[in-house]
């Protein structure tokens, strides 16, 4: 409401404004799990090193492999249901599933189809 009532933005500025926070969001949750793999592999690597230099073996080629799983998971967005709308200057919050929920009754739509709109 605040963004509408306050910033008074037009619907399609106040979704352009909300998927830039969620892009944000997820940009530095990438970061986070990226920094976290680049350290869990660098300290595997240098176990790896030692014993395979003491092999007589190269691994300076080695990469790095991102779990997608794990990206995924860490991921925000309205339709993995991990994302809420609200107003806690007037206390409501819902999310696209209890929307969907709420509004099929009154449009005598599927919940399921207004999930994906």
Same mark, same amino acid.
């Given at each position: ?7 008074? &933005? $037009? ?6 404004? &909300? @998927?830039? %926070?969620?892009?944000? @969001? ?30 007589? %073996?190269?691994?300076?080629? $080695?990469? &790095? ?17 991990? @994302? ?11 999310? @696209? ?5 709420? %509004? ?8 399921? %189809?207004?999930?994906?709109?």
């Amino acid at each position: 409401d605040r963004l509408m009532l306050e910033l008074e &933005l $037009s619907p399609a500025e106040a979704y352009q404004r &909300l @998927v830039r %926070i969620l892009e944000q @969001v997820n940009a530095a949750n990438q970061q986070l799990l990226s920094e976290e793999v680049m350290a869990k592999s660098g300290a595997e690597d240098t176990a790896a090193v030692k014993a395979a230099s003491a092999e007589g %073996i190269d691994l300076n080629s $080695s990469t &790095l492999q991102f779990d997608m799983a794990a990206e995924e998971a860490w991921r925000y967005a309205p339709e993995n249901g991990n @994302v809420a709308f609200g107003s806690a200057a007037h206390g409501w919050a819902f999310r @696209v599933d209890t929307f969907a929920e709420m %509004i099929a009754g009154k449009m005598g739509a599927k919940p399921e %189809i207004l999930r994906k709109v």
